[in-house]
């Protein structure tokens, strides 16, 4: 069974920090491109960040410098390292995985591209 599961998420002050983990089963996660999205209430999903099969990354103009994506293919494992969080970064946070990406230096694969995806894990920025 294809399957992603998201952790890490909690609740955090302005300036804090947190660490999303994208856990990857029943496939070989190196053959695949992971994407991190968020939708907050009452929004549309969004693109925050991917990372391809070569470890080519890209990232939405708001978290640059902020947030970095990172693959370990060898634990099945994709992160999503998020610092300096703002009350804007709350969202509940989606992995998603899409085939055979070399790379997304240009940007990264439209939303409807991903062949499946996991199931969230909210992340709250509040004092």
């Keep these: ?3 992603l599961v998201e ?4 609740l955090v002050q302005p ?3 947190l660490r999303l983990s994208c856990a990857a089963s029943g496939f070989t996660l190196a053959y695949y491109g992971i994407g991190w999205f968020r939708q907050a209430p009452g929004k549309e999903r969004e ?5 391809s099969t070569s470890g080519s990354t890209n990232y939405t103009d708001s978290v640059k410098g902020r947030f970095t994506i990172s693959r370990d293919n060898a634990k099945s494992t994709v ?3 998020m610092n300096s969080l703002k009350p804007e970064d709350t969202a509940v946070y989606y992995c ?3 085939p055979r990406v070399s790379t997304v230096r240009v940007m990264c694969p439209a939303k409807n591209s991903y062949s499946f995806w996991g199931q969230g894990t909210q992340v ?3 004092s």
């Design 15 to 17: 300036g804090g920090s």
């Design 96 to 98: 998603a995985a899409v």
């Design 124 to 126: 709250t920025v509040s």
């Design 79 to 81: 992160y999503l390292q």
């Design 47 to 51: 693109g925050v960040s991917c990372i």
């Design 7 to 10: 952790s890490g998420g909690g």
């Design 1 to 3: 069974q294809l399957q």
